[in-house]
Protein backbone atom coordinates (compact mmCIF):
# COMPACT_ATOMS: atom_id res chain seq x y z
CA UNK A 1 0.00 0.00 0.00
CA UNK A 2 1.50 3.37 -0.68
CA UNK A 3 1.67 5.70 1.83
CA UNK A 4 0.88 9.11 2.03
CA UNK A 5 4.25 10.78 2.06
CA UNK A 6 5.14 8.44 -0.53
CA UNK A 7 2.17 10.10 -2.88
CA UNK A 8 2.92 13.60 -2.14
CA UNK A 9 6.51 12.79 -3.27
CA UNK A 10 5.02 10.95 -6.58
CA UNK A 11 2.99 14.62 -6.98
CA UNK A 12 5.96 16.45 -6.29
CA UNK A 13 8.05 14.52 -8.85
CA UNK A 14 5.07 14.85 -11.01
CA UNK A 15 4.71 18.63 -10.96
CA UNK A 16 8.55 19.14 -11.19
CA UNK A 17 8.51 17.57 -14.39
CA UNK A 18 4.82 19.65 -15.52
CA UNK A 19 7.24 22.54 -15.26
CA UNK A 20 10.46 21.43 -16.33
CA UNK A 21 8.42 20.49 -19.49
CA UNK A 22 6.43 23.81 -19.70
CA UNK A 23 9.78 25.55 -19.63
CA UNK A 24 11.19 23.47 -22.24
CA UNK A 25 8.80 24.78 -24.49
CA UNK A 26 8.47 28.16 -23.01
CA UNK A 27 12.07 29.44 -22.54
CA UNK A 28 12.52 28.59 -26.40
CA UNK A 29 9.46 30.55 -27.22
CA UNK A 30 10.15 33.85 -25.50
CA UNK A 31 13.59 33.76 -26.62
CA UNK A 32 12.66 33.37 -30.01
CA UNK A 33 9.82 35.91 -29.50
CA UNK A 34 12.49 38.48 -28.48
CA UNK A 35 14.61 38.04 -31.23
CA UNK A 36 11.46 38.41 -33.86
CA UNK A 37 10.65 41.34 -31.88
CA UNK A 38 13.91 42.76 -32.12
CA UNK A 39 14.50 42.25 -35.66
CA UNK A 40 10.60 43.56 -36.15
CA UNK A 41 11.66 46.78 -34.50
CA UNK A 42 15.12 47.20 -36.36
CA UNK A 43 17.32 46.89 -33.25
CA UNK A 44 20.01 44.56 -31.95
CA UNK A 45 19.17 40.89 -31.05
CA UNK A 46 18.89 40.24 -27.22
CA UNK A 47 22.40 38.97 -26.92
CA UNK A 48 23.44 42.08 -28.47
CA UNK A 49 21.58 44.24 -26.08
CA UNK A 50 22.39 42.56 -22.64
CA UNK A 51 25.92 43.08 -24.13
CA UNK A 52 25.89 46.60 -24.72
CA UNK A 53 24.08 46.85 -20.76
CA UNK A 54 26.79 44.63 -18.74
CA UNK A 55 29.84 46.16 -20.99
CA UNK A 56 31.55 48.75 -19.71
CA UNK A 57 31.60 52.25 -21.79
CA UNK A 58 35.23 51.90 -22.86
CA UNK A 59 34.59 48.45 -24.39
CA UNK A 60 31.66 49.14 -26.17
CA UNK A 61 33.05 48.49 -29.24
CA UNK A 62 33.34 44.64 -28.97
CA UNK A 63 29.74 45.08 -28.80
CA UNK A 64 28.51 45.83 -32.11
CA UNK A 65 29.94 45.13 -35.74
CA UNK A 66 32.89 47.73 -36.87
CA UNK A 67 34.70 48.97 -39.64
CA UNK A 68 38.60 48.60 -39.35
CA UNK A 69 40.76 52.01 -39.80
CA UNK A 70 44.36 50.62 -40.59
CA UNK A 71 47.57 52.41 -38.98
CA UNK A 72 49.39 55.23 -40.90
CA UNK A 73 51.70 53.67 -43.01
CA UNK A 74 54.06 56.49 -41.24
CA UNK A 75 53.81 56.86 -37.61
CA UNK A 76 54.66 59.77 -36.20
CA UNK A 77 55.52 59.14 -32.13
CA UNK A 78 54.90 61.92 -29.77
CA UNK A 79 58.62 62.80 -28.46
CA UNK A 80 58.71 62.48 -24.71
CA UNK A 81 59.75 65.56 -23.03
CA UNK A 82 59.77 66.58 -18.97
CA UNK A 83 57.32 69.23 -18.12
CA UNK A 84 56.91 70.92 -15.04
CA UNK A 85 53.58 70.33 -14.03
CA UNK A 86 51.16 70.71 -10.98
CA UNK A 87 51.17 68.24 -8.13
CA UNK A 88 47.14 69.46 -7.33
CA UNK A 89 44.25 69.84 -9.69
CA UNK A 90 41.20 72.12 -7.87
CA UNK A 91 38.08 69.05 -7.43
CA UNK A 92 34.99 69.95 -5.55
CA UNK A 93 36.23 73.26 -3.30
CA UNK A 94 39.62 71.16 -2.87
CA UNK A 95 42.91 70.40 -4.08
CA UNK A 96 43.83 67.50 -4.88
CA UNK A 97 46.72 65.21 -6.19
CA UNK A 98 46.27 64.40 -9.55
CA UNK A 99 46.28 61.00 -9.75
CA UNK A 100 43.34 60.94 -7.10
CA UNK A 101 41.48 63.17 -9.68
CA UNK A 102 42.33 60.25 -12.54
CA UNK A 103 40.75 57.54 -9.86
CA UNK A 104 38.15 59.42 -8.61
CA UNK A 105 36.84 60.21 -12.45
CA UNK A 106 37.47 56.53 -13.58
CA UNK A 107 40.19 57.55 -15.97
CA UNK A 108 41.67 55.06 -17.91
CA UNK A 109 43.60 56.59 -20.27
CA UNK A 110 45.12 60.07 -19.70
CA UNK A 111 47.97 62.03 -22.24
CA UNK A 112 49.26 65.46 -21.93
CA UNK A 113 50.96 66.65 -24.78
CA UNK A 114 52.73 70.18 -24.69
CA UNK A 115 53.82 72.04 -27.03
CA UNK A 116 54.41 68.62 -29.78
CA UNK A 117 56.32 66.48 -26.78
CA UNK A 118 54.27 64.00 -24.43
CA UNK A 119 55.02 65.19 -21.22
CA UNK A 120 52.61 63.04 -19.01
CA UNK A 121 51.19 59.37 -19.52
CA UNK A 122 49.02 57.66 -17.50
CA UNK A 123 46.94 53.96 -17.61
CA UNK A 124 44.76 52.35 -15.27
CA UNK A 125 45.11 48.54 -14.72
CA UNK A 126 44.15 46.99 -17.92
CA UNK A 127 45.12 49.66 -20.36
CA UNK A 128 47.42 50.89 -21.90
CA UNK A 129 49.54 53.08 -24.77
CA UNK A 130 47.88 50.53 -27.55
CA UNK A 131 44.37 50.08 -25.90
CA UNK A 132 41.52 50.87 -27.79
CA UNK A 133 38.86 53.09 -26.48
CA UNK A 134 35.65 53.89 -27.46
CA UNK A 135 34.90 57.60 -27.61
CA UNK A 136 31.43 58.05 -27.58
CA UNK A 137 30.86 61.85 -27.98
CA UNK A 138 34.62 62.80 -29.12
CA UNK A 139 33.16 60.94 -32.81
CA UNK A 140 31.52 64.12 -32.99
CA UNK A 141 34.11 66.64 -33.20
CA UNK A 142 35.91 63.91 -35.87
CA UNK A 143 32.77 63.53 -38.11
CA UNK A 144 33.31 67.90 -38.02
CA UNK A 145 36.95 67.10 -39.02
CA UNK A 146 35.54 65.49 -42.07
CA UNK A 147 32.87 68.22 -42.89
CA UNK A 148 35.26 70.81 -43.23
CA UNK A 149 37.42 68.35 -45.41
CA UNK A 150 34.05 67.85 -47.70
CA UNK A 151 33.67 71.32 -47.50
CA UNK A 152 37.33 72.50 -48.61
CA UNK A 153 36.64 69.73 -51.08
CA UNK A 154 33.80 71.64 -52.92
CA UNK A 155 31.58 68.43 -52.77
CA UNK A 156 29.63 70.03 -49.85
CA UNK A 157 28.59 73.80 -48.56
CA UNK A 158 27.16 74.53 -45.21
CA UNK A 159 24.14 76.45 -47.12
CA UNK A 160 23.37 73.21 -48.54
CA UNK A 161 19.71 71.87 -48.12
CA UNK A 162 19.95 68.48 -46.32
CA UNK A 163 17.64 67.36 -48.46
CA UNK A 164 19.20 68.35 -51.75
CA UNK A 165 22.34 65.91 -50.78
CA UNK A 166 19.89 63.02 -49.48
CA UNK A 167 17.04 63.64 -51.39
CA UNK A 168 15.34 60.19 -50.09
CA UNK A 169 14.77 62.30 -46.77
CA UNK A 170 12.37 65.17 -47.98
CA UNK A 171 9.35 65.52 -46.37
CA UNK A 172 7.63 68.41 -47.65
CA UNK A 173 7.99 70.42 -44.65
CA UNK A 174 9.96 72.72 -42.47
CA UNK A 175 12.26 69.82 -42.50
CA UNK A 176 13.51 70.51 -45.74
CA UNK A 177 14.84 74.15 -45.10
CA UNK A 178 17.44 72.23 -42.44
CA UNK A 179 21.12 73.16 -43.76
CA UNK A 180 24.23 71.59 -43.31
CA UNK A 181 25.45 74.71 -40.94
CA UNK A 182 22.23 73.84 -38.84
CA UNK A 183 23.54 70.07 -38.20
CA UNK A 184 27.14 71.18 -37.56
CA UNK A 185 25.64 74.10 -34.79
CA UNK A 186 23.25 71.54 -33.43
CA UNK A 187 20.11 74.05 -34.26
CA UNK A 188 18.23 71.99 -36.30
CA UNK A 189 15.36 71.32 -34.13
CA UNK A 190 15.04 67.93 -35.11
CA UNK A 191 12.90 66.54 -32.57
CA UNK A 192 14.51 63.05 -31.10
CA UNK A 193 15.52 63.51 -27.62
CA UNK A 194 19.41 63.10 -26.11
CA UNK A 195 17.74 60.18 -24.14
CA UNK A 196 21.16 57.71 -23.33
CA UNK A 197 19.43 55.47 -20.99
CA UNK A 198 19.24 51.67 -21.92
CA UNK A 199 16.50 51.59 -19.24
CA UNK A 200 14.19 53.09 -22.44
CA UNK A 201 15.71 51.48 -25.43
CA UNK A 202 13.58 52.80 -28.12
CA UNK A 203 13.68 56.55 -27.18
CA UNK A 204 15.83 59.22 -28.54
CA UNK A 205 19.49 58.56 -29.06
CA UNK A 206 19.44 54.57 -26.74
CA UNK A 207 17.60 53.98 -29.71
CA UNK A 208 19.80 55.22 -32.22
CA UNK A 209 22.09 53.74 -30.62
CA UNK A 210 20.92 49.98 -30.77
CA UNK A 211 19.38 50.32 -34.23
CA UNK A 212 20.20 48.12 -36.84
CA UNK A 213 19.03 50.43 -39.81
CA UNK A 214 20.29 54.01 -38.96
CA UNK A 215 19.17 55.22 -42.67
CA UNK A 216 15.57 53.78 -41.70
CA UNK A 217 15.84 55.74 -38.30
CA UNK A 218 16.79 58.69 -40.24
CA UNK A 219 13.81 58.56 -42.29
CA UNK A 220 11.67 57.59 -39.33
CA UNK A 221 12.54 60.79 -37.69
CA UNK A 222 11.68 63.82 -39.33
CA UNK A 223 9.63 65.71 -37.08
CA UNK A 224 10.46 69.25 -35.53
CA UNK A 225 10.80 70.24 -32.03
CA UNK A 226 11.78 74.18 -33.28
CA UNK A 227 12.16 75.76 -36.40
CA UNK A 228 15.34 75.25 -37.94
CA UNK A 229 18.06 77.67 -37.07
CA UNK A 230 16.07 79.00 -34.13
CA UNK A 231 17.15 77.07 -31.01
CA UNK A 232 20.35 75.20 -30.12
CA UNK A 233 19.98 72.10 -28.47
CA UNK A 234 22.40 68.84 -28.43
CA UNK A 235 21.16 66.21 -30.62
CA UNK A 236 23.46 63.55 -31.54
CA UNK A 237 20.70 63.05 -34.97
CA UNK A 238 22.38 66.24 -35.85
CA UNK A 239 26.08 64.48 -36.14
CA UNK A 240 24.37 61.17 -38.03
CA UNK A 241 22.22 63.09 -40.53
CA UNK A 242 25.78 65.54 -41.04
CA UNK A 243 27.88 62.25 -41.61
CA UNK A 244 24.98 60.88 -43.53
CA UNK A 245 25.41 63.91 -45.81
CA UNK A 246 29.37 63.73 -45.75
CA UNK A 247 29.90 60.06 -47.02
CA UNK A 248 27.33 60.34 -49.67
CA UNK A 249 29.17 64.14 -50.91
CA UNK A 250 32.21 62.47 -50.65
CA UNK A 251 31.78 58.70 -52.18
CA UNK A 252 32.77 56.79 -49.46
CA UNK A 253 31.90 55.38 -45.75
CA UNK A 254 33.43 57.53 -42.48
CA UNK A 255 35.65 54.95 -41.66
CA UNK A 256 37.38 55.02 -45.00
CA UNK A 257 37.62 58.53 -45.17
CA UNK A 258 39.15 58.96 -41.57
CA UNK A 259 41.59 56.47 -42.41
CA UNK A 260 42.31 57.92 -45.72
CA UNK A 261 42.24 61.86 -44.77
CA UNK A 262 43.00 62.01 -40.80
CA UNK A 263 44.44 58.88 -39.55
CA UNK A 264 47.22 58.18 -42.76
CA UNK A 265 48.63 61.97 -42.67
CA UNK A 266 48.89 62.64 -38.74
CA UNK A 267 50.48 59.60 -38.23
CA UNK A 268 48.23 57.59 -36.24
CA UNK A 269 50.13 54.75 -34.09
CA UNK A 270 47.61 51.88 -33.69
CA UNK A 271 44.94 50.73 -35.79
CA UNK A 272 41.30 51.86 -35.10
CA UNK A 273 37.64 51.41 -36.03
CA UNK A 274 34.19 52.94 -36.51
CA UNK A 275 31.42 51.00 -34.68
CA UNK A 276 28.02 50.17 -37.50
CA UNK A 277 24.52 49.73 -37.04
CA UNK A 278 25.13 46.34 -38.77
CA UNK A 279 27.85 43.92 -40.86
CA UNK A 280 28.80 46.31 -43.68
CA UNK A 281 26.54 49.07 -42.24
CA UNK A 282 26.41 52.82 -41.63
CA UNK A 283 28.71 53.95 -39.27
CA UNK A 284 27.25 55.27 -35.58
CA UNK A 285 28.80 58.40 -36.66
CA UNK A 286 27.49 60.41 -33.26
CA UNK A 287 29.76 57.89 -30.75
CA UNK A 288 30.95 54.86 -32.42
CA UNK A 289 34.71 56.11 -33.02
CA UNK A 290 37.34 53.12 -31.20
CA UNK A 291 40.95 54.55 -30.88
CA UNK A 292 43.41 55.03 -28.40
CA UNK A 293 44.76 58.00 -26.22
CA UNK A 294 47.81 58.81 -28.30
CA UNK A 295 45.91 58.83 -31.97
CA UNK A 296 43.33 61.19 -30.73
CA UNK A 297 45.89 63.55 -29.36
CA UNK A 298 47.96 63.17 -32.34
CA UNK A 299 44.52 64.66 -33.81
CA UNK A 300 43.91 67.25 -31.22
CA UNK A 301 47.96 68.32 -32.24
CA UNK A 302 46.78 68.87 -35.85
CA UNK A 303 43.91 71.03 -34.68
CA UNK A 304 46.10 73.31 -32.26
CA UNK A 305 48.52 73.34 -35.43
CA UNK A 306 46.12 74.92 -37.52
CA UNK A 307 45.59 71.98 -39.22
CA UNK A 308 49.05 70.61 -39.92
CA UNK A 309 50.63 67.56 -38.88
CA UNK A 310 53.96 68.60 -39.16
CA UNK A 311 55.08 69.39 -42.76
CA UNK A 312 51.61 68.50 -44.07
CA UNK A 313 48.59 69.94 -44.59
CA UNK A 314 45.75 68.18 -42.80
CA UNK A 315 42.78 70.20 -42.45
CA UNK A 316 41.63 73.30 -43.57
CA UNK A 317 42.95 76.55 -41.80
CA UNK A 318 39.44 78.00 -42.43
CA UNK A 319 38.16 74.91 -40.58
CA UNK A 320 39.80 75.19 -37.73
CA UNK A 321 38.69 78.70 -37.66
CA UNK A 322 35.33 78.08 -37.83
CA UNK A 323 35.59 75.38 -34.77
CA UNK A 324 37.42 77.95 -32.28
CA UNK A 325 34.90 80.64 -32.98
CA UNK A 326 31.75 80.08 -31.27
CA UNK A 327 28.72 79.89 -33.25
CA UNK A 328 25.89 82.29 -32.58
CA UNK A 329 23.91 80.17 -30.29
CA UNK A 330 24.62 78.30 -27.57
CA UNK A 331 23.84 74.70 -27.60
CA UNK A 332 21.22 73.34 -24.67
CA UNK A 333 22.92 70.50 -23.31
CA UNK A 334 20.64 69.81 -20.42
CA UNK A 335 17.55 71.28 -19.26
CA UNK A 336 17.96 75.44 -18.68
CA UNK A 337 21.92 74.80 -19.31
CA UNK A 338 24.07 75.68 -22.01
CA UNK A 339 27.41 76.31 -23.36
CA UNK A 340 28.84 77.88 -26.58
CA UNK A 341 29.51 75.76 -29.46
CA UNK A 342 30.88 75.40 -32.75
CA UNK A 343 30.92 72.53 -35.50
CA UNK A 344 30.58 69.87 -33.22
CA UNK A 345 32.64 71.59 -30.30
CA UNK A 346 32.28 72.26 -27.33
CA UNK A 347 33.82 76.22 -25.86
CA UNK A 348 33.94 76.07 -22.13
CA UNK A 349 32.82 78.98 -20.23
CA UNK A 350 35.39 80.47 -18.13
CA UNK A 351 39.02 81.22 -18.43
CA UNK A 352 40.22 83.43 -21.13
CA UNK A 353 37.85 81.84 -23.67
CA UNK A 354 40.67 80.36 -26.40
CA UNK A 355 40.08 76.72 -25.03
CA UNK A 356 37.95 74.17 -26.76
CA UNK A 357 37.20 70.07 -26.28
CA UNK A 358 35.28 67.42 -27.43
CA UNK A 359 33.52 65.61 -25.17
CA UNK A 360 31.76 62.14 -24.83
CA UNK A 361 29.18 61.23 -22.41
CA UNK A 362 31.14 59.05 -20.11
CA UNK A 363 34.09 61.35 -19.71
CA UNK A 364 35.97 61.12 -22.81
CA UNK A 365 37.94 64.70 -23.37
CA UNK A 366 39.82 65.63 -26.36
CA UNK A 367 40.49 69.09 -24.60
CA UNK A 368 43.19 71.97 -27.09
CA UNK A 369 44.24 74.77 -24.95
CA UNK A 370 46.19 77.33 -27.34
CA UNK A 371 47.93 79.60 -25.12
CA UNK A 372 49.81 76.72 -23.55
CA UNK A 373 50.06 74.87 -26.54
CA UNK A 374 48.65 71.97 -24.58
CA UNK A 375 46.27 68.67 -25.61
CA UNK A 376 44.82 66.63 -23.09
CA UNK A 377 43.02 63.39 -23.76
CA UNK A 378 40.97 61.77 -21.13
CA UNK A 379 39.09 58.67 -21.55
CA UNK A 380 37.15 57.02 -19.14
CA UNK A 381 34.35 54.75 -17.50
CA UNK A 382 32.69 57.72 -15.86
CA UNK A 383 28.85 57.64 -15.00
CA UNK A 384 26.46 60.34 -16.88
CA UNK A 385 27.38 62.86 -14.34
CA UNK A 386 30.58 63.57 -14.81
CA UNK A 387 31.26 66.84 -13.76
CA UNK A 388 32.05 68.74 -17.11
CA UNK A 389 32.70 72.22 -15.15
CA UNK A 390 34.72 70.55 -12.29
CA UNK A 391 36.82 68.50 -15.16
CA UNK A 392 37.41 71.13 -17.14
CA UNK A 393 39.01 73.12 -14.83
CA UNK A 394 41.14 70.55 -13.55
CA UNK A 395 42.59 70.43 -17.20
CA UNK A 396 42.93 74.48 -16.84
CA UNK A 397 45.17 73.88 -13.62
CA UNK A 398 47.42 71.24 -15.58
CA UNK A 399 47.65 73.81 -18.34
CA UNK A 400 49.14 76.29 -15.81
CA UNK A 401 53.09 76.95 -16.23
CA UNK A 402 55.01 76.17 -13.28
CA UNK A 403 57.71 77.84 -12.46
CA UNK A 404 60.58 76.26 -10.56
Not at 154 to 181: K, M, N
Request: hydrophobic share 40%; aromatic share 8%; proline share 8%.
Amino acid sequence: MVSQRSRIESHRRSAVSAVLATAAVGVPVFVGGAYAAASALGVAAPHVMARWLLTPPSRRAKVFPRRDIAASSHPRPFPVADAALPETVPWKGTDIPVEDFLRRTHTNCFVIIRDGNMVREWYRDGFGPATPHWAYSVSKSLVSLLAGLAIEHGTLHESDLLVDVLPQLRSDTDYDTVTIADLLDMVSGIDVPENDSPLKPLTGTAHMTITTDLDRFLREHRQLAHPPGSTGEYRSIDTQLLATAVATAEGASLSELLGAQIWEPVGAQDPASWSLDRDGGREKAFIGVNATARDLAKIGQCVLDDGMAGDTRVLPEAWIKRIRTPAPRPVEFSPGISAPYSAQWWHPEGGTGEDFSAVGVHGQYLYIHPPTRTVIVKLSDHGLAQHEEETVDAFRALCTPVWL
